[in-house]
């Protein structure tokens, strides 16, 4: 058994500066100023609501990717965005559990989203709240407060399969979990969070248990020049494949 020294949450989340640009989450009055007021929030976000700025946020997200990626289907875009995403709020949420022993409260409707810029500056929280930092507490913040509406999202707007959508939180969430792992004095409490993730029923057979390669393909490889990305199901790229078979 690991045990974990739990420190306060400062306003700033400093501790996760050192981690690098993925792991830091900016707070409306902290060191970077606040957050324009015009950016919606995540729960706008899942729920399709517009924004004044982007319209439709995530139709604009999908689309900077599509553009940035030569992505031939937006639905290639989607999968990416997606994944984008869900990294992101993994890395914020392991590495305030493994700094502070606690992660601040990231319900949707507290943090803010700017689709048009990239880490750290895309998201905003709005205060920090302290919650247990345990994989219980993880996974009903990342899991079902956000994955589970973005995935519903996502499947319905760019009909993305379900399994697709949760090999890419699982991939997402091991990809945070392997960075961490870089800082040998957080190895041992990353592991167990995350081999205590992935056993979610959500995440559980997501990757193989011994290798992590996830199941299912993210759809990388259907970019230009794309090839397979590190973790993925096959080891070299298909040909060609029926649409959602990659799922």
């Avoid at 999202?153 to 961490?180: D, I, K, P, V």
Wanted: aromatic fraction near 6%.
């Amino acid at each position: 058994m690991v045990l974990l020294l739990v420190v306060d949450l400062d306003p700033d989340l400093a501790a996760l500066r050192p981690l690098g640009a993925f792991f830091v989450l900016r707070t409306i009055g902290g060191p970077a100023g606040a957050s324009p007021p015009t950016l919606p929030t995540l729960a706008q976000v899942y729920e399709n609501q517009g924004s004044d700025v982007y319209g439709n946020t995530m139709t604009f997200r999908v689309r900077k990717v599509a553009a940035a990626l030569r992505a031939p289907e937006p639905r290639i875009a989607a999968s990416i965005a997606h994944q984008g995403l869900a990294a992101r709020l993994w890395s914020v949420a392991l590495g305030c559990a493994v700094r502070y022993g606690r992660i601040p409260d990231l319900s949707p409707g507290r943090l803010r989203w700017d689709p048009d810029a990239s880490a750290p500056d895309e998201l905003w929280l709005d205060a920090v709240a302290p919650l247990r930092g345990d994989a219980a507490t993880i996974a009903d913040v990342v899991l079902h407060g956000h994955l589970v509406p973005l995935a519903a999202t996502l499947h319905s707007e760019y009909r993305l399969a379900s399994g697709l959508l949760w090999g890419n939180a699982g991939s997402a969430l091991a990809g945070a979990a392997r960075q961490l792992g870089h800082h040998p004095e957080l190895s041992d409490r990353v592991r167990g969070l995350t081999a205590e993730l992935l056993a979610h029923p959500l995440l559980a057979g997501t990757l193989d248990g011994t290798t992590l390669r996830r199941r299912s393909c993210c759809l990388y490889y259907r970019l230009p020049g794309g090839g397979v990305c590190g973790d993925c199901c096959f080891t070299r790229a298909p040909r060609s494949s029926p649409r959602g078979a990659s799922g």
